[in-house]
Nanobody, 115 residues
Framework: VQLVESGGGLVQPGGSLRLSCVAS????????MSWYRQAPGKERELVAT????????KYADSVKGRFTISRDNTKNTVYLQMNSLKPEDTAVYVC?????????WGQGTQVTVSS
């Protein structure tokens, strides 16, 4: 299993970014996918989850209405569209899949929101 994130960077408050996570090594369309984030000195936080098929996406209260998770099963890719970014969104964002009782993580992509 391999998860490779991209799309992070430095953005001003109120700005937008779209993160991507390309997956390989498993049947992507069969698994729920999640984005987590971890800020310095804080615990890892579940940001959003998208089911494999049907169902509803789920979001942390802190990002509801601002972030949107989506997936393209033809490209084995999950996205996180982040709008109205705030300084408190600054963190390393990491892609996650749970498969056969194990959790797999990408290397993460840094998002910094600052003026």
């Amino acid at each position: 299993v391999q998860l490779v994130e991209s799309g992070g960077g430095l953005v001003q408050p109120g700005g937008s970014l779209r993160l991507s996570c390309v997956a390989s090594g498993f049947t992507f369309s069969s698994y729920d996918m999640s984005w987590y984030r971890q800020a310095p000195g804080k615990e890892r936080e579940l940001v959003a989850t998208i089911p494999s098929v049907g169902g509803s996406t789920k979001y942390a209260d802190s990002v509801k209405g601002r972030f949107t998770i989506s997936r393209d099963n033809t490209k084995n890719t999950v996205y996180l569209q982040m709008n109205s970014l705030k300084p408190e969104d600054t963190a390393v964002y990491v892609c996650n899949v749970r498969r056969l009782g194990l959790a797999y993580w990408g290397q993460g992509t840094q998002v910094t929101v600052s003026s």
